[in-house]
């Protein structure tokens, strides 16, 4: 476990995925370690399909990887690289049953997502 500045735990592993848990990020100054990590998540989520495909796998209990070509209109591969990327931040979870790859948004995160990021209802006047 990692204690922020002011003593709170800001990351905690759930099963085989560290879970980013940062306060918001208006209550404190992140320290490197918390920043570091929380650029990695926000830059898996920057490019536009991958944001896509974290919405529609964050929008459903599982899906299929042979249920997101359509919707993105991109190939396999396409859908296979970005898929990765974002497995590799730690925001979705895998589970291969025969040829194809089910997905799962690991709820943790993204509740700890929008902890460190607050409302943006908040900041709009």
């Known amino acids: ?7 709170e735990s800001v990351r905690r592993e759930v099963g085989e995925v560290e879970v ?13 370690a918390d920043a570091e990590r929380l650029a990695e998540v926000l830059a898996a989520l920057a490019d536009p399909v991958r944001l ?3 919405s529609i796998i964050a929008s459903a209990p599982e899906i299929c990887s ?4 359509a ?20 925001l979705i979870v895998a589970e291969r049953r025969g040829r194809w790859t089910w997905w799962r ?10 902890s460190s990021l607050g ?3 908040d900041a709009r006047p």
Do not use: W
Not at 66 to 69: A, G, Q, R, S
């Open 105 to 114: 948004a690991v709820p943790e995160q993204l509740a700890a997502l929008r």
């Open 20 to 32: 980013l848990c940062c306060a918001l990020l208006t209550d404190a100054a992140l320290g490197e």
């Open 66 to 69: 042979c249920n997101l070509e």
């Open 52 to 54: 896509r495909i974290y």
């Open 71 to 90: 919707p993105l209109n991109k190939s396999q591969p396409t859908i296979s690289h970005h898929t990765r990327k974002l497995k590799d931040a730690g």
């Open 119 to 121: 409302t943006f209802d």
């Open 1 to 7: 476990m990692i204690v922020n500045m002011i003593g």
